[in-house]
């Protein structure tokens, strides 16, 4: 079971950026899938969750309206589309999904299983 995160890179403020996290070994379309971050010095966060439809996703406050979480089940694959990107945002960027089995909180990290090994987002002022 893998998740290969990829998309990242060098963004000035106010550009924009798309992740996408394919995965491979096992189909996610039951998962709930998940993007986190983890700037230098900071433990890892949410950032945006979406269900196994499509159905209904999450934000972090501070990216809502920003960015946009997005899956296509026949790809097996979750994107992120980061907006109006500011330099607060600069982090290693982490897909994630679930086990498909679980119902408590998308925010929650404890609930997902399989990671990706992060991609890099760093915008500069």
């Known amino acids: 079971v893998q998740l290969q995160a990829s998309g990242g890179g060098l963004v000035q403020a106010g550009g924009s950026l798309r992740l996408s996290c394919a995965a491979s070994?096992?189909?996610?379309?039951?998962?709930?899938m998940g993007w986190f971050r983890q700037a230098p010095g900071k433990e890892r966060g949410f950032v945006a969750a979406?269900?196994?439809?499509?159905?209904?996703?999450y934000y972090l406050d501070s990216v809502k309206g920003r960015f946009t979480v997005s899956r296509d089940n026949a790809k097996n694959t979750v994107y992120l589309q980061m907006n109006s990107l500011k330099p607060e945002d600069t982090a290693v960027y982490y897909c994630?999904?679930?086990?498909?089995?679980?119902?408590?909180?998308?925010?929650?990290?404890?609930?997902?299983?399989?990671w990706g090994q992060g991609t890099l987002v760093t915008v500069s002022s």
């Open positions: 994630a999904a679930d086990a498909g089995d679980y119902s408590g909180s998308y925010y929650y990290i404890g609930r997902y299983e399989y």
């Open positions: 070994g096992r189909t996610f379309s039951s998962s709930v």
């Open positions: 979406i269900s196994w439809s499509g159905g209904s996703t």
